[in-house]
């Protein structure tokens, strides 16, 4: 299973009752977070969410409202006594804007491990998840992120005895690839049935719509996508500074065949979202107007 919440669900500056941008997955008790906006720590203590479990953050860009409490956070994980590595995963640049950023969080008790993405699309495999990268449409280089967690086929005990694979290692291979005994190599798929489905998140913002999210977002158990505006009367403000309108989030959501969309990144302007919603929900009914704290476990189809 999948613990997906957001943290925060504002754009541009954070409200009294909404923090900036930030969005948090946990898988097998590890966490991954994407952006993290000023206030991020608190909302994920608000949450009910832990610093040390954390092991991945993955920036979409450097706007401010991204990226800006990113020194608090990194302070706080080393106050908790972190002392494992954190991968950090964003656009071209991330290592130095990271490293500006933490000339006020010197010293930590960890290393940081930068991964740069420069190609349009690129994915990688970190512990349970398969993270793929790929670019959007915003006035800066900006990235949406697919999460993937896979799930192998199941035990196939006939498989296993055709393929004379001893008893003792039946159990190991179903939670390890290889195996060698006696001289003999073993590998997983000579026990386990074909790959069953698993879980997707994709999560994008900021950005116009653009043929990338519906293609990763493809039977998506949940997209997260931005929201800035709701009313019609903004589009034109939409489209100038590269930002979405709910009705085009969820036409993104249709075209995808996801099974619920999530909005977020909402304009300041805007401080009920919910007065919007219905024309997104005519166009794709599972569409969700996101508050600060918004949880949903997402379980494996048979679960």
């Known amino acids: 299973m999948l613990d997906v919440c957001l943290l925060g669900t504002g754009g541009t500056m954070p409200l009294k009752n909404r923090w900036l941008t930030s969005a948090v997955f946990r898988h097998n008790g590890k966490s991954l ?12 203590k608000l949450a009910g969410f832990t610093f040390k479990p954390l092991g991945i953050l993955c920036i979409t ?13 990194l302070l706080s994980m080393g106050n908790e006594g972190r002392a494992e590595p954190l991968t950090i995963i964003g656009p071209r640049g991330v290592e130095r804007v990271v490293n500006a950023l933490r000339i006020i969080a010197p010293g930590l008790p960890f290393s940081i491990e930068f991964i740069e993405i420069d190609e349009k699309e690129k994915t990688l495999n970190i512990g349970d998840f398969e993270i793929t990268a790929f670019h959007v449409r915003h006035t800066v280089e900006t990235l949406g992120y697919r999460i993937d967690i896979h799930r192998a ?26 195996v060698e005994l006696d001289g003999m190599t073993y590998t997983q798929d000579m026990v386990l049935g074909p790959a069953r489905r698993g879980i997707r998140a994709v999560y994008a913002t900021d950005t116009r719509p653009c043929a990338s999210i519906p293609r990763m977002a493809e039977d998506a158990d949940l997209l997260i996508c931005e929201g800035m505006y709701g009313n019609r009367e903004k589009q034109a403000r939409a489209e100038e500074a590269y930002h979405m309108m709910f009705h085009e989030a969820a036409e993104l959501a249709k075209e995808a065949g996801a099974r619920r969309l999530w909005l977020t ?22 569409t969700t107007a996101c508050h600060d704290g918004e949880k949903i476990t997402i379980r494996f189809d048979d679960e």
């Not at 860009?61 to 956070?73: K, V």
């Not at 196939?156 to 690839?177: C, F, H, M, R």
């Not at 919007?276 to 599972?286: G, L, Q």
């Open 33 to 44: 977070m994407i952006d993290c906006g000023e206030g991020t720590q608190i909302a994920m």
């Open 61 to 73: 860009h450097f706007h401010a409202d991204h990226i800006s409490g990113l020194p608090g956070l």
């Open 153 to 178: 086929g199941k035990f196939d005990v006939e498989k296993a005895n055709k393929n004379n694979v001893p008893q003792k290692l039946w159990s190991i291979l179903q939670k390890t690839e290889i």
């Open 265 to 286: 990144h909402y304009s300041p302007s805007m401080e009920h979202p919910e007065e919007f919603i219905e024309e997104a929900k005519k166009i794709f009914p599972e």
